[in-house]
């Protein structure tokens, strides 16, 4: 038997480089590697990306920095499945940050080259490979459409009717959520909402409110919708398409998220003067007026917003949530933590008083007491809302009386000083029609009004209508002031009791108190 002849290694060629096994611990070194030319190295590389990414905003922040975006862009269009998988997850983690991801689309280059690919690549030829690819590219446009230029370089390349494609596909419901973020985002611009009448996208928001499905479809179904109606010939297209009645019909789900959405949307649909009416008829606002009891924030601010749309400059809307209880739910709502809640109620109480039956009503409720604490808010626009209310509710003695011994002269006259000028107007027009009866007028002069008012008027800055209107008003509620400062008292004024000549002062002077000059004054 012959000997085995051991066979030899042939020695690697000269030009082969030898393997290199490397472990970084620096994103800046991985970052240089998405150059790489082999494909083992650029799949590892972006996996490492991916999962520091993961870790928080900071990583994200840190892998913009080092350019990272570019070379990720770049590789999700790679020949090669594993390493376009692991460059979509990273790009898809890196753009999960709206803020991180508004900081770089809104300005590189690389926008366009992006969105084309994950139309192009994520919804067309890598899904068949990775289903995971398809989430994350929605997540990627989710984010990355919330900046005007994408969104304007989405709807060039046909965006909706991918879009369409997949929520019109069963088999994708899984992917519906994320799809119709997407579209919600993109409906903030009007061309968008032209768009969507002629693609079919609106007719497909419309069936996934009206079909039963998971509350969080419907909830974002909900919302397209809401930004659909921002335009008033949508909102005209959408009533004609009965979707009072769908949304209606969704606010008895037990979801507060659904409802929440439902009744956001009812407030912008009522924009619509037909569509007021017809969620009166059908019997929408007594379940929109049960919510106001619900337990929580975002609920009751929307069914509060809702209504205060649904009564706005409309009388039968007003009477139904009288007929409803409302009253008593929405002066309890001006005390609450949120602040939203307090300002959509007070102005749906604005709304209904202008109707004195339902004023009188309101002011049974205490609601002048309600309002003591939004006039002392710190948040503009809740003041805005509280000094409109009280000028509402202020037209009747009883609710000048309640105001008066609630002790929210004080905080009103305070709102003089402010330095916001639609606040200082509502508290000047609030004055004006609490100084209608001389115990609040008199009441108000002794709390600095009659001076303050005097300062604005004599400011060509702050000078108003209404600022003019109180002065007058208060004056003409105290004769012996009116008479110490012009020197003159008209036809129409009555002396009574009490009236007391202090002497004529000069003009532009300010005056005291009426209480510290007449000593016929009874208020304490």
Known sequence: MGKKVKKEVEPPPKDAFDPLPIESKQAATVVLMLDS???????????????????????????????????????????????????????????????????????????????????EIGFLTAISYFPIIQQLSLQTLESITKDAETRTAFRVEQGFNRLLELLTTKEFS????????????????????????????????????????????????????????QNSENRKILHEQDVEKALIDMLVTENEGVRTAVCRAVAVMSNNLSSKDTFRNLDGIRPIVQLLNSEGNEVKEAAAQALSSLTNGNELNAYAVSEAKGEELLVRLLQDSCSGAVIHAASVLTNMASQEALRCNIITHCAMKALLEPLQSTDNHTLISATQAVAALACNA????????????????????????????????????????????????KL??????????????????????????????????????????????????????????EKNTLLLSCCSVNPYCTVS
């Open 448 to 505: 600095g009004a009659l001076e303050i008012l005097q300062e604005i008027n004599c400011s060509l800055n702050r000078k108003n209508k209404f600022s003019e209107a109180a002065l007058q008003r208060l004056l003409d509620s105290n004769l012996s002031v009116k008479y110490s400062l012009t020197g003159c008292l008209s036809h129409t004024d009555i002396i009574a009791d009490g009236f007391y000549d202090p002497g004529q002062v």
């Open 174 to 229: 899984d992917l519906h959520v994320d799809a119709l973020r997407v579209i919600s985002n993109c409906l903030e611009d009007t061309e968008s909402t032209k768009l969507i009448q002629g693609t079919g996208v609106l007719e497909k928001l419309l069936q996934f409110i009206i079909t039963p499905t998971s509350p969080e479809v419907q909830t974002n179904a909900v919302k397209a919708i809401s930004r659909v109606a």
């Open 37 to 119: 030319p082999e494909e083992d190295v650029l799949a590892k590389a972006c996996e490492a990306i991916h999962r520091f990414a993961e870790k928080g905003d900071e990583n994200r922040s840190s892998l913009l920095g080092l350019g990272a975006m570019e070379p990720l862009t770049r590789l999700i269009s790679h020949e090669d499945k594993t390493v376009r998988r692991n460059a979509f997850m990273a790009v898809g983690v890196m753009a999960s940050n709206s803020e991180l991801g508004k900081k770089k689309f809104s300005t590189a280059a690389t926008i366009t080259q992006l969105k084309l690919l994950l139309i």
């Open 398 to 445: 009883d609710g000048r009386a309640e105001l008066r011994n609630a002790g929210g002269l004080l905080p009103l006259v305070k709102l003089l000083k402010s330095n916001n000028t639609e606040i200082r107007r509502n508290a000047c027009w609030a004055v004006s029609v609490c100084a209608n009866d001389e115990p609040t007028a008199t009441e108000m002069c």
